[in-house]
């Protein structure tokens, strides 16, 4: 959050990272995977350096994520779709799968994960 004290600033919006998967996946995932778990399953990223797993991943576990992407992809709905389609599992923001979690097409895990907000100076 900017200091008040020393930046102007409007806040734009608040987003949540959430850790998604396939209902076909849920069986092996299983209610509340640990960290072994999902690193040994096909984790799809939007980039090499894990930018959007990185910070839920710390919250979970409180450790960075010791892992790579079997698939690197830098398009968040191409990476939502194979998700769908069982093939993996992800971490996207809340406005970026919220009618495929209401339809049952994904399944997010943990219910509290950390928010990312955005701010613009003034």
Known sequence: MPDDRLYGYAHLLTERMLLVHAPAMSEI?????GAETLASLPLIAY???LPLIRAL????FQRAPEMQATFTIPDLRIIRDLVCDGHGWTVLPDYHCDNDLKSGRLIDWPP???DNQYH???
Do not use: R, T, V
Request: zero cysteines; glycine letters at 6%; charged letters at 35%.
């Open 47 to 49: 980039d090499e350096e």
């Open 112 to 114: 509290e994960s950390p």
């Open 29 to 33: 995932i299983g209610s509340e995977p």
């Open 120 to 122: 613009l100076n003034k």
């Open 57 to 60: 991943w710390a919250s979970m």
